[in-house]
């Protein structure tokens, strides 16, 4: 008997190599609600949240997983207002989860490419995983109830829960572009495409494409960006062709806007004064057009990711990266004017509510008057660090107009030795003060742009 069992002893325990075992995965569904209740929970932005929990599902399962908590953040006022009607009473706070789960298979149901029967059971099955399997007959219900009722749910939703958005939100839009509203809204609630900044230095726009091409990805030229590519379908950045080899970037066309406005009117010292995550920054150097550039941000982990990159695109211009608040020059700046200073100044994010859906959940009303003072604060703090004859392009991803012509007319109207210059382009419109582009707008996010010059 000892020798039998010896024989039968796992390699590992008789000094061999035993099998490595796959590590037990999440059930996609699952990890989407254990990610959801954390965002709703405030314990960070998707993009946080979404790359560890990516790790802890099957690789096949990683696209569905964000598919779904972009979709819920994207649609969540709605599947409220979808769900309340079918629940008999409202759930306790400690089955959050259930009701995730269930706005979950709504939203699989309502705007997802899943056969109806497929979402409910795979749906229903997730409570015995949340430990909760008294619930099965409870969210199998509401589903199938929704499947006999959607349309006349969809006809009862209020104005705010249909388009899926706040109502301050809303109203702010409203205010702002009366005439403009509606199709800003049914922008924020479509999927932007995966836009790609391809580096000169690797290849040119028609090499790049070919190159994808062969690669069976396909995709289209940017009207307005001169590196941009739009890929037809998404795909993580590791299949793209070079993207090791600093090739390619992610980066909305809009955001590409910013360098070559002023290269086209400065040259000399460059100073990208919120520089994270650091696309400008990237996109500056590529462009090889300034002797030196300071990239500064407060977060050094965020410029840490900037260094990583700079490395990964091979880039041999001069960059000095600096972590410092940009609000507080005495302890970071050395007294040499700037021929150029770019502010991407920290706003709303209204224009890349696509992007980003779960700015609808993160940001309150009573975060903008915060955002346009820091704003005013930082063209206060950066302007006498420009060279007269200098340009400051400002810039933020926003559609409101107290964060853009509002905040420039003010700082214009301070006697300060600013000037308004056009940006003459064919993109956006053309406001009063700067250029607006709208979300969706030549396939780009919303983003604002105004030109400062500053006098003798």
């Known amino acids: 008997m000892a020798n039998s069992t010896n024989k039968n002893r796992s390699p590992s325990r008789s000094g061999g190599h035993s099998a490595k075992r796959a590590p037990t995965r999440k059930d996609v569904r699952a990890a989407a609600v254990e990610l959801l209740v954390q965002l709703e929970h405030g314990s960070g932005s998707l993009t946080r949240l979404m790359p560890p929990a990516q790790q802890q599902v099957a690789e096949a399962d990683r696209a569905l997983l964000q598919a779904l908590c972009y979709g819920y953040a994207r649609w969540r006022d709605q599947l409220d207002g979808l769900l309340e009607p079918l629940l008999k009473k409202p759930l306790k706070n400690k089955d959050q989860d259930l009701v995730i789960l269930m706005q979950l298979g709504i939203l699989q149901l309502e705007h997802m490419r899943i056969a109806d029967h497929a979402a409910v059971d795979t749906t229903v099955k997730v409570t015995s995983k949340l430990g909760k399997p008294w619930a099965k007959g409870l969210v199998n219900g509401v589903l199938r109830t929704y499947q006999r009722e959607q349309d006349k749910l969809k006809a009862s939703l209020n104005e705010y829960d249909a388009l899926s958005h706040p109502m301050w939100l809303l109203e702010l839009l409203k205010e702002d572009w009366p005439e403009q509203w509606p199709s800003i809204v049914d922008a924020a609630n479509t999927q932007a495409p995966m836009t790609l900044r391809v580096n000169p230095h690797y290849a040119s726009v028609d090499e790049y ?73 990237l996109h500056a150097l590529e462009l090889n057009h300034w002797q030196h550039i300071v990239a500064l941000d407060k977060h050094k982990e965020r410029l840490d990711r900037v260094q990583e990159n700079i490395d990964r695109l091979q880039l041999s211009g001069t960059a000095e990266l600096v972590v410092a608040d940009a609000n507080e020059p005495s302890q970071w700046w050395d007294g040499k004017l700037f021929d150029a200073i770019l502010l991407d100044a920290p706003c709303s994010g209204t224009g890349v509510i696509r992007r980003h859906p779960d700015i609808k959940l993160l940001r309150r009303e009573s975060d903008i008057a915060a955002l346009v003072k820091q704003q005013s604060n930082l063209l206060a703090a950066l302007w006498p660090l420009l060279k007269p004859g200098g340009f400051l392009l400002y810039a933020t991803c926003s559609i409101l107009k107290c964060e853009n012509e509002q905040q420039i007319a003010e700082f214009l109207a301070q006697g300060n030795g600013s000037l308004h210059r056009a940006i003459d382009e064919s993109w956006g419109e053309t406001r009063k003060i700067g250029r607006q582009i709208m979300p969706g707008q030549h396939a780009m996010d919303g983003f604002f742009y105004a030109l400062l010059e500053k006098t003798a």
């Open 209 to 281: 494409q070919a190159q994808m091409s062969k690669q069976d990805m396909s995709s289209s030229v940017s009207e307005h960006a001169v590196q941009a590519l739009m890929a037809t379908q998404a795909t993580a950045v590791e299949r793209l062709p070079g993207f090791a080899q600093g090739g390619v970037s992610v980066q909305d066309g809009a955001a590409q806007l910013a360098a070559p406005i002023l290269a086209q009117r400065s040259s000399g010292r460059l100073l990208d004064a919120c520089a994270a995550p650091g696309g400008k920054t």
